[in-house]
DNA sequence: TATCTAAACGCAATAGTATTGCATTTAGAT
DNA sequence: ATCTAAATGCAATACTATTGCGTTTAGATA
């Protein structure tokens, strides 16, 4: 993560900063959807600190480069693990207990630029969500209704 | 869109006021997504006048009633012109113009769900955004691209 | 039509989120 | 070691969202 994420950024000509780094690291640990502040305060309690304004800039950056997602109804950003790969990343998130999976599809983006091509709408990409509950939440609750 | 509204507040038990009405009404004349103080400012220009807290309380309610829709990375709500048809509702973006077209496609639905189970993930609905240009948009970048 | 009440609204306070301009610092090239 | 464009921090500001509570009102009932 902290090793590919510093390539990338030398890569493309960014500046390996510390800010960066922390917010990359942050960011391979969660198990779920961060904002901003919360990375702000997760950074508070290993006695570190961040300007907001940093972080907002960091995270831009980040999604510029296919190194995070941003994901606008969980209102946080999630690190990439799939890397550049062809077509767009799509996310599984369970409302039980907000773990993310994400993967990605060229026959489902066919799908949908289709339908769309049939409107006469020319698709650049999409944002595609799945809401429900994961494997291990759903066998929690096929034993709590038993 | 107001008749309608008004029928499914009514057979829901739901009060048919005033400022639901407006918020329906601006909806229903806006051609993108509106963010609850943008509805705001626009009932201001008409002389009118609600409370920012009863326009997110109405907007939520719509939502409910599956009158309206959040479109999350737009940061704004848009009125249903689907009704309640089964599956779940889709949109396609303009980001140019902004305009919107909802639309639902079940066999997307069933494709989404059997990726999903292929990892034990139990899908209850979507959130599905397509990005891109409508036809009167991409016609004029052709144009101006000559 | 008048009365009544749960539901809805407005207001005020507060909290959370996001953006901008500018001075200072720093990564990394030379 | 020096230099400079890029990046960060800070401060101010704007925008967005939530809560509690007193007042009003839609619509049911008589
Ligand atoms: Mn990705
Ligand atoms: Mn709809
Ligand atoms: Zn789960
Ligand atoms: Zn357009």
Redesign the interface.
């Known amino acids: 993560m902290i090793r590919n994420s510093i390539q990338v950024l030398h890569a493309q000509g960014y500046k390996v900063t510390r800010p960066r780094l922390q917010v990359v690291e942050i960011l391979g640990k969660a198990q779920k959807p961060v904002s901003p502040y919360e990375i702000q305060k997760m950074l508070k309690q290993q006695g570190r600190y961040l300007n907001h304004v940093t972080i907002y800039r960091v995270l831009e950056l980040l999604c510029h480069l296919n190194l995070a997602h941003k994901l606008?109804?969980e209102?946080g950003f999630i690190k990439c693990i799939l890397g550049n790969r062809e077509g767009c990343h799509r996310f599984?998130i369970?409302?039980k207990c907000g773990a993310i999976?994400e993967?990605a599809?060229d026959?489902?983006c066919r799908?949908?630029?289709e339908?769309?091509g049939e409107?006469?709408?020319?698709?650049?990409?999409?944002?595609?969500?799945?809401?429900?509950?994961?494997?291990s939440c759903?066998k929690g609750e096929l034993a709590g209704n038993v």
Chains 1, 2 share one sequence.
């Open positions: 606008p109804s209102k599984m369970c409302h999976q993967y599809d026959k489902l799908n949908e630029k339908i769309a409107i006469g709408f020319h698709t650049q990409y999409h944002v595609s969500e799945s809401y429900g509950l994961c494997s759903y």
